[in-house]
């Protein structure tokens, strides 16, 4: 009989999933199976990450190493090279090398470009793939299946649900329209500077990628007005060198099984180790480039010196970068591996720091907020900050003092909020008060590690609904990077098609599908 998945969500998560269940099929009768793929935006593939926006988004993964498809290398180059046609015109000062940085918008219109050929890899195997242009409110279970509900009173009854939704926004505070407020989600930046007045003064909350974005768009569309970065952590991204690829010894699937099969859990000085070590081996391999030392740094009291080292040092290879890097392939059975109280520790001491180390920038972005920052357009500042809105509506960035100031708009680039709860996504906020979800601790919600089941309030897996990306980085522990999304794709695919496709002897009801 007919199995029917439904996909929440369209973007890079679900392109990989559905080309890794085709390659699962090894000539099996594709008709089998209907899979729904519903998304709120109106094009199929680039997501959320990758939606259509100014050229000033750049990827911080270079254009040779970037692909949607890991066992074909340096594919979206590729595609690039073959299809010119299709992006020069729109972004004609992109310079197609193996070495640059694209804009994210023109990676989003290739992974369209992959979705496309995605389900047509599908048509040749007799899946049908569904598009469905809508956003998915609720998911309800019924005594076979599930109902995936959405906006626009479309009702897909399934067998299974893939929850592949990307990174949540932030709950919704108040619109750019008005006159100042609390601005949940940057994104896109194309709105947000034909919003913004010129002149008005902006505190950025956050100094990570989304940050760099929003203050990059502002001053490229010519905002006078102030703005502030408010560092809560205190850290800003490193620079990316020009380093290339590295296999790793210690931090390696077969180094982690030997030391699963000893039965002993890591500390933190035991991952610490294994990264010198790896270390010196890169610099065994690669003898004439720059040992630079990887240390603990300190919150940055200068942003403008700190920028000015590191966009020195990324003229060069850093071998650091090359190691760190390299971890994707193991990072969250690395994680499982080390002893909980050492987690925590991390969390709690190492956690900004490593995130400012391993989510890098390129230097042209670097260098323009250099620029900013030496005219006098840009101030940095850090410590905790609480945000407030005094009694005109405007926000307040308030420190433990009690100090604040008060800004004509607060631009949250802070990522996934860390409790559903907070999230903008009517469907997480459902589950989770239907206790078909229960939150992660450390952000998300709780999946089974190997099948990526979700858990139920209860503590019980919930068998037909599945989780993958952003929304399981609490068990997964870092989840943004692209290939890391991809891997766990795979691996989900992989598990769903052995344990509940293999042999395709199911009872399903008669009418399943689409209903209006």
């Not at 470009?113 to 998911?139: L, W």
């Not at 060198?241 to 035991?270: A, C, I």
């Not at 002893?339 to 230097?363: G, T």
């Not at 860390?418 to 998300?444: C, D, F, Q, T, Y």
Request: glycine share 8%; proline share 6%.
């Amino acid at each position: 009989m007919e199995k029917v998945i439904c996909l929440v969500g369209g973007g890079a998560a679900s392109i990989a999933f559905i080309d890794n269940f085709l390659n699962q099929l090894n000539g099996e009768n594709g008709g089998l199976y209907s899979i729904y793929v519903i998304e709120k935006n109106p094009v199929f593939g680039p997501g959320a990450a990758y939606n259509d926006d100014l050229d000033s988004n750049l990827l911080n993964t270079k254009t040779g190493f970037i692909t949607i498809f890991p066992e074909k290398k340096g594919d979206f180059y590729e595609w690039l090279h073959n299809h010119p046609e299709h992006w020069q015109w729109k972004y004609p000062g992109f310079e197609l090398d193996p070495d640059t940085y694209a804009p994210r918008p023109l990676f989003g219109q290739y992974l369209q470009a992959s979705f496309s050929q995605t389900v047509r890899k599908a048509v040749k195997k007799g899946v049908k793939v569904i598009p469905v242009n809508a956003e998915v409110m609720d998911i309800r279970k019924f005594r076979h299946g599930y109902t995936a509900v959405t906006a626009c009173s479309i009702n897909i009854q399934a067998d299974y649900v893939f929850l592949l939704c990307g990174t949540l926004e932030n709950a919704r505070k108040d619109t750019p329209k008005m006159q100042g407020g609390i601005i949940s989600n940057p994104y896109p930046v194309s709105k947000l500077t034909s919003w913004l007045g010129k002149d008005k003064s902006v505190a950025v909350i956050g100094s990570r990628l989304s940050a760099i974005d929003t203050i990059i768009a502002l001053k490229e569309a010519g905002h006078r007005g102030k703005i502030v970065i408010h560092s809560r952590s205190g850290y800003f991204p490193s620079i990316r060198g020009t380093q290339g690829r590295f296999q790793p010894r210690n931090l390696s699937e077969e180094y982690l099984e030997k030391v699963q099969n000893s039965k002993r859990n890591l500390r933190l000085t035991d991952v610490v180790e294994m990264v010198k070590s790896d270390l010196s081996l890169y610099f065994q391999e690669n003898p004439g480039h720059p040992q630079e030392r990887l240390e603990v740094p300190k919150p940055i009291d200068d942003l403008g010196a700190f920028l000015d080292e590191e966009i020195a040092l990324a003229e060069n290879p850093r071998g650091w970068q090359a190691v760190l890097y390299a971890t994707n392939v193991i990072i969250d059975k690395l994680w499982g591996m080390i002893r909980p109280e050492d987690r925590e520790e991390f969390r709690e001491k190492y956690l900004n720091i490593f995130l400012s180390y391993r989510v890098s920038i390129p230097c042209e972005n670097a260098v323009k907020i250099r620029n900013y920052l030496s005219s006098g357009d840009l101030e940095f500042r850090t410590g905790p900050v609480k945000l407030k809105k005094n009694a005109g509506g405007f926000p307040v960035v308030q420190t433990p003092s009690g100090d604040g100031d008060t800004y004509d708009f607060a631009v949250l680039a802070t990522g996934s909020p860390k409790r559903l709860g907070n999230s903008n996504s009517s469907l997480m906020i459902a589950l989770e008060e239907k206790g078909m979800i229960v939150p992660h601790p450390h952000g998300g919600l709780e999946v089974d590690s190997s099948t990526y089941q979700v858990i139920r309030e209860d503590g019980s897996i919930e068998n037909g609904i599945f989780a993958v990306g952003e929304v399981t980085s609490g068990n997964f522990f870092f989840t943004s990077a692209l290939d890391i999304i991809c891997r766990h794709a795979k691996n989900c695919s992989v598990n769903f098609y052995k344990n509940h496709c293999v042999e395709s002897v199911f009872f399903t009801p008669p009418k399943q599908g689409i209903k209006g």
